[in-house]
T-cell receptor, first 112, second 111 residues
């Protein structure tokens, strides 16, 4: 069966520090991968999606970047965090033959 | 993707059926209706999807109108654990779809 791993579960980082969140998927190949952010009390905002290794599409201009160095690995990064980067970050995957997406448990990032 | 509109919030008594409506008047012929829910501080969970026929699984039923411009998610016997934000979205059957969420409906199941 397919599983998605996302870590860490919680993270507190100072303003100006770098960020690296990692997401890996098991049990499938060539998935579509997604990063979402959810600010407190707000909806899910799609940040990046990827349809293959090295292929990244950005949905909104922001202080973050994404990379996909391997087929089932998706990384969200920042060189210098801002207070506004605080939020709940979710990774998701979707296969090419089915359209339902499956989500990780999320990382709650607090920038202080 | 076609846009959807849902009520901001709803209440439902425990044990009763919860009926969550969704309007998707601009849906196109190759777009499916999907429902997800998000329990507080967790990732969204897939519930059910359909194209034009009504669907049922162990979690819920999905009723899609004949013109496909609206649908209703039915939780037949709501429990306190069903308290969550419910998202209705439409997705076309292509490989490169972006899964875009709206604000959803916040369902509160009341004892």
């Amino acid at each position: 069966s397919q599983t998605i791993h996302q870590w860490p579960a919680t993270l507190v980082q100072p303003v100006g520090s770098p960020l690296s969140l990692e997401c890996t998927v098991e049990g499938t190949s060539n998935p579509n991968l997604y990063w979402y952010r959810q600010a407190a009390g707000r909806g899910l905002q799609l940040l990046f999606y990827s349809v293959g290794i090295g292929q990244i599409s950005s949905e909104v201009p922001q202080n973050l970047s994404a990379s996909r160095p391997q087929d089932r690995q998706f990384i969200l990064s920042s060189k210098k965090l801002l207070l506004s980067d605080s939020g709940f970050y979710l990774c998701a995957w979707k296969s090419r033959v089915r359209t339902e997406a499956f989500f990780g448990q999320g990382t709650r990032l607090t920038v202080v | 993707d076609a846009k959807t509109t849902q009520p901001t919030s709803m209440d439902c008594a425990e044990g009763r059926a919860a009926n969550l409506p969704c309007n998707h008047s601009t849906i196109s012929g190759n777009e499916y209706v999907y429902w997800y829910r998000q329990i507080h501080s967790q990732g969204p969970q897939y519930i059910i999807h359909g194209l034009k026929n009504n669907e049922t699984n162990e979690m819920a039923s999905l009723i899609i109108t004949e013109d496909r411009k609206s649908s209703t998610l039915i939780l037949p016997h709501a429990t306190l654990r069903d308290t969550a934000v419910y998202y209705c979205i439409v997705i076309s059957q292509t490989s490169y779809d972006k899964v875009i969420f709206g604000p959803g409906t916040s369902l509160s199941v009341i004892p």
